[in-house]
């Protein structure tokens, strides 16, 4: 008995000697693990729309930044596709330790509230950066005769619905920001949507819509050619390319500012080490002349800031849009 006793404590203490060094190993592991600086392999930017739009080639320009300044690849990876949905699943099924970003841009904040989603958007992701933004112009045919915002405003309430808009279609951002400003401004006019940018466009030049509201990249030739007036801009602050030309609220229908803008965002959890890594980058990135150069081609600025000032932006237009679809004024097609 004493014999199997002392084999019996020799088995046990080995055993406890083996546990203790197989979680000495995992520690250790883990904690190499941990401190393994970010980022150690390549990343993807995953960007929900197709490749060669604006906002796929200012993000390869940012990729090519992001490269240069970890010294890791950053690369883009498309996945267009319902609305930018599909290029948010890609991102939601990610494992949140920041080597999958996800462009995205004002229309996230548009499509909860008229399409089916799968996901919260704003408590299933980790908000990054805001990297642009920038307002639309309110644009008329020549055609109607009007020159000034408030005069639109009461050319359509002498005539209610008798003033075509133009979107790029049902559901869009532009259709949303269209349809804010005509309840703000207590106006009603008929949507003509139309499948993209580039054929409102045309509408509106035609003079088959009267009104189209259109981001400053697209439409400035016109404007410049005569073939189009602005009116107003969208967003909080005047364009410095129009410089006269004044906002919406400034033209007399406060409480309105609507901004394009384009974004970083994360699964949910990723490590606020890592968040702030790819924030701190990414805002020296936008101080570049080559960054800025690329943006204001495109009708955009700089934005810039911190992930909270981001997440603050998704859940303010979330709600703002949200209540529009309530009220039946936005729906999708």
């Known amino acids: 008995m004493p014999n199997s006793a002392c084999l019996a404590a020799g088995r046990l203490l080995r055993c406890t000697i083996l546990a203790a060094g197989?979680?000495?190993?995992?520690?250790?592991?883990?904690?190499?693990?941990?401190?393994?600086?970010?980022?150690?392999k390549a990343v993807r930017i995953v960007v929900p729309y197709g490749?060669?739009?604006?906002?796929?080639?200012?993000?390869?320009?940012?990729?090519?930044?992001?490269?240069?300044?970890?010294?890791?690849?950053?690369?883009?990876?498309?996945?267009?596709?319902?609305?930018?949905?599909?290029?948010?699943?890609?991102?939601?099924?990610a494992a949140p330790d920041g080597y999958?970003?996800?462009?995205?841009?004002?229309?996230?904040?548009?499509?909860?509230?008229?399409?089916?989603?799968?996901?919260?958007?704003?408590?299933?992701?980790?908000?990054?950066?805001k990297f642009s933004q920038g307002p639309l112009l309110v644009l008329v045919n020549p055609g109607l005769g009007v020159n000034t915002l408030q005069e639109l405003v009461a050319a359509a309430k002498k005539k209610p619905g008798e003033i075509n808009f133009a979107t790029s279609g049902q559901g869009s951002i532009i259709h949303a920001a269209t349809e804010l400003f005509l309840v703000k401004a207590g106006i009603k006019m008929t949507h003509i949507p139309y499948k993209g940018t580039g054929p409102a466009l045309i509408g509106t030049l035609a003079g088959q819509t009267q009104v189209f509201f259109s981001s400053p990249a697209t439409a400035m030739p016109h404007v410049q050619a005569g073939k189009l007036k602005v009116l107003a801009?969208?967003?909080?602050?005047?364009?410095?390319?129009?410089?006269?030309?004044?906002?919406?609220?400034?033209?007399?229908?406060?409480?309105?500012a609507?901004?394009?803008?384009?974004?970083?965002?994360?699964?949910?959890?990723?490590?606020?080490?890592?968040?702030?890594?790819?924030?701190?980058?990414?805002?020296?990135?936008?101080?570049?002349?080559e960054t800025a150069e690329k943006l204001a081609a495109d009708g955009v600025g700089p934005?810039?800031?911190?992930?909270?000032?981001?997440?603050?932006?998704?859940?303010?237009?979330?709600?703002?849009?949200?209540?529009?679809?309530a009220d039946g004024v936005i729906k999708g097609e």
């Open 51 to 93: 490749p060669g739009g604006i906002a796929d080639v200012t993000m390869r320009l940012v990729a090519k930044q992001l490269s240069e300044h970890f010294g890791q690849q950053f690369y883009i990876d498309n996945r267009p596709g319902a609305g930018g949905i599909l290029g948010m699943k890609t991102a939601e099924e």
């Open 233 to 256: 801009v969208t967003g909080s602050k005047r364009l410095p390319a129009l410089p006269n030309v004044p906002t919406v609220a400034e033209a007399g229908v406060p409480d309105y």
């Open 303 to 325: 934005a810039g800031g911190t992930p909270e000032e981001f997440g603050a932006t998704i859940r303010k237009e979330l709600d703002v849009w949200k209540k529009l679809a």
């Open 100 to 129: 999958t970003l996800t462009l995205i841009a004002s229309s996230y904040t548009v499509n909860p509230a008229i399409r089916p989603i799968n996901y919260d958007p704003a408590n299933d992701i980790t908000p990054i950066i």
């Open 258 to 289: 609507v901004e394009l803008w384009h974004g970083f965002i994360a699964p949910k959890g990723v490590p606020r080490e890592i968040v702030d890594k790819i924030n701190k980058a990414a805002n020296e990135t936008l101080k570049l002349p």
């Open 22 to 40: 197989i979680a000495f190993v995992m520690t250790a592991a883990c904690r190499a693990e941990e401190i393994e600086p970010y980022p150690s």
